[in-house]
């Protein structure tokens, strides 16, 4: 169970890059999760890892893998990255070019200071370690002739090998080609639920995160905007940059009509005169200025004289741009003054000028601020 | 039409290969000629031999020669690999304290010409200085601890003499290293001990060797040391033989060129073998991530301890000598460091330094010298490693041909040079003209290196662009690739004209009293005993050339170029 309270890491003003790092950040991981941190680049996920890990010390916080403290700014405690008993899978892989492949595996256990291990034991784990990462019989292999996909399953087995009580991989899928990317992401989330091990993963990919995920936590300068499970992330964004940052929402500005309750349906005054019904998962007051995110996905296209009907929004607009794209088809729909994306199934057309209805369910609108 | 014809590079290629072969081919041609001739009085060939070679076969002093500069070489490589290794890591891979001491022993370094700092050693662990006389106060003995003319002595002083550039060379290597690679070893639960032997050096290993056999190369034909230090002490080796045979009368020029052809063909199979460490250390090279900003190695307590080496390495490298010139420079005579000498300081040589036309001659000439030939191996290699670098016509030739010069220790390139010029009819032996020309091929594969790279660095694409857009070979070459190779360009001509003030093996048989050039008259007023004025005078020039040193660095590392063109 890995816990982290108030965690604090300031980067100062650097001529070349503006004030980065991380700000009071605390959560709590129950063994076995999958946590993803999330955010685009200078947010502060890496910085979190990177403490965590032990490569960076923290201005402040505390750090503990169930009763071990690693690191308390309190009491000034701070265990030495090479005994906290970590893996991490490095971005670049960080495989060592001068040894095997098996060589770069029983490298933490010939380093351990903990125990020692004797020939067979070395072989057994690396065998084992190799074993589930599918590279049985790779281990006389130089590292040095590995494709990428093999070198980052050997950075993998490496980090793995010595039964570590946290998985830290920064980025690991980032320096691979598309179809790998995807490929690799099954089977990672596939390991580590095999192994069972606590996970911390840093992206900036959306798809990996909500693909891989029990938790996430979305990054933005340094603080968290939204930790929560994928869905929640994904249909319940907690504010609009989360809303954004996860797929391309469209997003709507209003008046809340009269107080909602959290969660409840209410109804809200756009502010081009339509009027619309979707959720407040944080409730709100009347009169309130609010932001309503709409996925491109939730919004249903139709012909401009389709019925209309009240268990779901409709939004007359003209189509002004559609491309296709195979399985699904990209319009953007003009409503009033504003230009709303839509992705909708390829079969049907819409061409340019069309006047067309949008709809969409209640609760596919939220607000998020 | 023939579009091979067509294609201005070929014009190019052939002009420049043309150049190229004119400055590299006969000197080396004049070195084998001279070395299986006999001449008359008036330098005609009269007929093919062997006795010079023969001659060195049965005297022994040749095989002492040989092995006296062996050792020399190795000693001074290991001393100076081990001291401006350390230093390196230290300065580029861990948090210790007081970095810029490192730097800036490296920056005055590069400007201080060799002889300088070797007479400054000869001082400090001569028989009247500090070091001997300290000792002789504290144990009442008459004699000296420490013999500074002795193989000991020398291999010192050179090793302290490269330590500064293989502290920058190592040190580039450090910073390009992935520091993931050594964070993986950490977060795999190594301690930094263990890191430093199974994970850092290993990488370096290459790097290293390759280093250490430039290292060796140059200490091979190292002249400062061997003709200051070891000369007065009966040590020979083969540098100072080769010189002696030139300078005593008659001058025995075919025993010279055996000599150097020895020396020639020992250079050329240690390079051979460089080409090929080096291509190894590049191996290494290319499994890295991407750039990140460095991330030091926290050495906790240890740090203090790092802190010391480097101000330790300080004192000794730079302070040290640089106090001694300072002494020597205010003291109207040679005297040890003592209280009473003190009551004599004076500025009377600083006086006679920036009075007499003699000295500000010297140093204008100096200064033409280095520019005209700076300026002149610019010239040939930003077009011959252009093509070079993009496989054109004959590019490989060219490099090679621009490269030919590394074989020449500096004082055989010297005799070359001196032997091509003495048989052609221009006025051009005994003038400045033909240090130029000897600087001119020894510094040609410094430019080259400059040059490739940078044109390494340059997308191809951008050119192509140029082409696709109507522009032809010489607008492209003029509105594209010399803009944006201006940096390679710039940091290696400060280099060459860093390095052409520095060393002292070229012209020092080249010179003449018409045609002086700094290194030269140091080495000549310290011979003649007149070491106050030379100090003084040498604290000056180096303050000038450490100005020129700080451009070259500041402007090397802003623009991502290391040291040696990388």
């Keep these: ?369 | 039409m023939n579009i091979a014809a067509a294609d201005p590079r070929v014009i190019i290629a052939v002009v420049v290969g043309g150049v190229l072969v004119a400055l590299m081919v006969p000197p080396l041609w004049m070195l084998l000629q001279d070395s299986v001739t006999t001449t008359d009085a008036f330098g005609d060939v009269t007929g093919l031999t062997l006795q010079h070679f023969h001659k060195l076969v049965i005297e022994k002093r040749a095989l002492t020669s040989l092995v006296n500069s062996l050792v020399f070489a190795a000693g001074s490589t290991v001393l100076s690999l081990l001291t401006g290794g350390a230093l390196a890591w230290l300065v580029e891979r861990t948090n210790a304290p007081l970095k810029v001491l490192a730097y800036l022993v490296a920056i005055i370094s590069m400007g201080t010409p060799y002889v300088l700092h070797v007479i400054a050693w000869l001082f400090l662990l001569g028989k009247i200085g500090p070091l001997n006389d300290l000792w002789r106060q504290v144990t009442g003995e008459t004699g000296v601890l420490f013999n500074v003319n002795s193989m000991a002595g020398m291999i010192l002083i050179e090793g302290f003499l490269w330590s500064p550039l293989v502290f920058l060379l190592l040190g580039s290597t450090f910073r390009a290293a992935n520091a993931d690679m050594e964070e993986a070893a950490r977060m795999s639960g190594a301690s930094v001990f263990d890191t430093l032997r199974r994970i850092s050096l290993p990488l370096a290993m290459p790097s290293l060797l390759a280093l250490a056999l430039f290292v060796f190369i140059r200490a091979i034909g190292g002249f400062e040391v061997p003709a200051l230090v070891g000369m007065p002490g009966r040590i020979y080796v083969l540098t100072t033989d080769v010189y002696e045979s030139t300078v005593t009368v008659p001058p025995d020029l075919g025993h010279a060129a055996a000599f150097s052809v020895v020396m020639v063909v020992i250079v050329a199979v240690l390079l051979a073998f460089y080409g090929r460490l080096s291509k190894n250390a590049e191996r290494y090279h290319s499994i890295t991530g991407k750039g990140y900003r460095p991330r030091p190695f926290d050495l906790g307590r240890g740090r203090w301890i790092a802190g010391a080496l480097i101000v330790l390495n300080f004192v000794v490298v730079l302070l040290l000598p640089l106090l001694t010139l300072a002494w020597m420079s205010l003291l109207p005579f040679l005297r040890s460091i003592s209280i009473a000498g003190f009551a004599s300081l004076t500025l009377k040589n600083y006086r006679a330094v920036l009075t007499a036309p003699g000295y500000i001659g010297l140093a204008v000439n100096s200064l033409i010298v280095a520019a005209g030939a700076a300026t002149a191996i610019m010239a040939i290699t930003s077009l011959a490693g252009w093509i070079a670098g993009r496989n054109g016509p004959g590019g490989r030739i060219l490099d090679q041909l621009a490269t030919l010069s590394l074989v020449f220790p500096g004082i055989c390139l010297g005799v070359a040079v001196m032997e091509v010029w003495l048989r052609i009819p221009l006025p051009v032996y005994g003038t400045l003209w033909i240090i130029g020309i000897a600087y001119v091929i020894r510094y040609m594969p410094f430019g080259m290196r400059y040059i490739y790279s940078g044109v390494l660095q340059l997308h191809r694409e951008l050119e192509e662009a140029a082409g696709v857009a109507g522009a032809g070979t010489m607008t492209t070459l003029r509105r594209v690739v010399a803009p944006l190779l201006t940096p390679a360009l710039v940091a290696g001509w400060l280099f060459i004209f860093l390095i052409a003030n520095k060393e002292l093996a070229i012209a020092v048989l080249l010179a003449s009293p018409r045609s002086q050039v700094i290194a030269v008259a140091i080495f000549d007023q310290w011979v003649n005993g007149q070491g106050g004025e030379l100090a003084a005078f040498g604290l000056i020039w180096t303050v000038l050339m450490t100005i020129i040193a700080t451009v070259f660095f500041v402007f090397t590392r802003r623009g991502g170029v290391d040291v040696h063109g990388n």
């Excluded at chain 1, 941190?37 to 503990?64: F, V």
């Excluded at chain 1, 095999?194 to 995160?209: N, P, S």
């Design chain 1, 1 to 369: 169970m890995l816990i982290v309270r108030g965690l604090t890491k300031i980067y100062g003003d650097h001529a070349d890059t503006r004030a980065g790092g991380v700000r009071d950040f605390s959560f709590e991981l129950p063994p076995g999760t999958f946590f993803t941190l999330l955010g685009p680049s200078g947010c502060g996920k890496t910085t979190t890892l990177r403490c965590i890990a032990g490569l960076e010390r923290p201005d402040a916080g505390q750090i503990r893998i169930g009763d071990a403290t690693l690191y308390d700014s309190t009491v000034g405690t701070a265990v030495p990255l090479n005994r906290r008993g970590i893996g991490m899978v490095f971005q670049s892989y960080a495989i060592w070019p001068h040894m095997t492949v098996f060589e770069n595996i029983a490298f933490p256990l010939r380093v351990a200071k903990d125990r020692r291990y004797n020939r067979e034991e070395i072989c057994a784990l690396v065998d084992q370690s190799l074993g589930t990462v599918g590279l049985s019989g790779f281990g006389d292999r130089p590292a040095t002739r590995l494709s990428g996909g093999q070198q980052q399953r050997v950075a993998l087995a490496r980090a793995i090998v010595h039964k570590p009580r946290l998985l830290l991989l920064d980025e690991p899928l980032s320096n691979l080609d598309a179809a790998l990317r995807e490929e690799m992401r099954i089977e990672l989330r596939r390991l580590q639920q095999q192994i069972g091990l606590t996970t911390v993963y840093v992206t900036h990919d959306q798809a990996e995160a909500l693909a891989m995920s029990d938790l996430i936590a979305v990054m933005d300068h340094g603080r968290v905007a939204q930790m929560d499970e994928p869905r929640a992330i994904y249909f319940r964004p907690a504010n609009e940059f989360v809303a954004r940052f996860i797929g391309a929402a469209n997003l709507l500005h209003g008046t809340a009509d009269a107080p909602t309750g959290p969660g409840d349906l209410g109804s809200v005054v756009l502010d081009d005169g339509d009027r619309i019904r979707c959720v407040f998962p944080a409730g709100g007051a009347a009169r309130s200025a609010v932001t309503v995110s709409l996925r491109p996905e939730s919004l249903v296209i139709g012909p401009g004289d389709c019925q209309t009907d009240a268990a779901s929004n409709t939004l007359a607009g003209i189509v002004v741009g559609c491309s296709f794209l195979g399985g699904t088809a990209r319009y953007d729909v003009r409503v009033k003054q504003r230009i709303l994306r839509v992705t909708a199934p390829s079969d049907v057309t819409f061409p340019d000028g069309t006047p067309v209805h949008l709809t969409f369910a209640l609760d596919s609108a939220v607000v998020v601020g």
